[in-house]
């Protein structure tokens, strides 16, 4: 091998690494460095942790993210056991089926890095979540998923209370951003009576609050 082709394989091989490391950190859904773009938290397709998920978009980076099926879950059975497996196995500790899981077999799952339990929830009830979340950020432990059937109402109402309470965005820069990462989907009954429903039902908890440093490794740029 003559002394240029030997520095032409070595140039292929550092771009090959190259590439492989901006694909494990586009990967790497637990890192708290800094909060998403408003691109990434609009993005329509990227990274995702399991297969058959659409719509995986960071809420707050290495602590709460967004998604739902492709295709829908009209069976409403939830996440499948290899689903799980992989959500485990990409450091989340937790999940939550928005508003439609009602033929979901609940529970936790172990792998090799961890647990994932995965629960109920409903966006009109958002405490829960909300002390989840709280707890990730304040204690330590992987990312939580919140979904729905197509990873754009229920998710996006639970994901926009989540930006309120941690982030300190108001209730409408919240909505704006529901209604646009809602990817033109329609509501039943319409849009701002659906979303406004659910805000009703939300409060600011003030034992759920966080530092700023805390915003600062999470909150959206």
Partial sequence: ???STQTAARFVAAIFMAVLGMQAAAEDFTTRSGGPSEKQMLARSGATPAEGLAFVRPVLTGVLYR????GGDKS????SSSQRTQLCEAGF???YYADFGKNTDYGTTSCGSGTLDYQSARSSRPSAVMKSVHDRITGGGGPVLVHCMW????SGALSAMALV???GWSEARA?????EARNGAPCSGGCDAWINSKFDKFKLDPALTISAAQQAAVCPK
């Fill in 165 to 167: 309470q941690f982030c």
């Fill in 76 to 79: 409403r059975t939830g996440l």
């Fill in 151 to 154: 990873g754009v109402h229920a």
């Fill in 67 to 70: 998604a739902g099926f492709k």
């Fill in 93 to 95: 500790s937790g999940a």
């Fill in 1 to 3: 091998m003559t002394k």
């Fill in 175 to 179: 909505k704006a951003y529901w209604n």
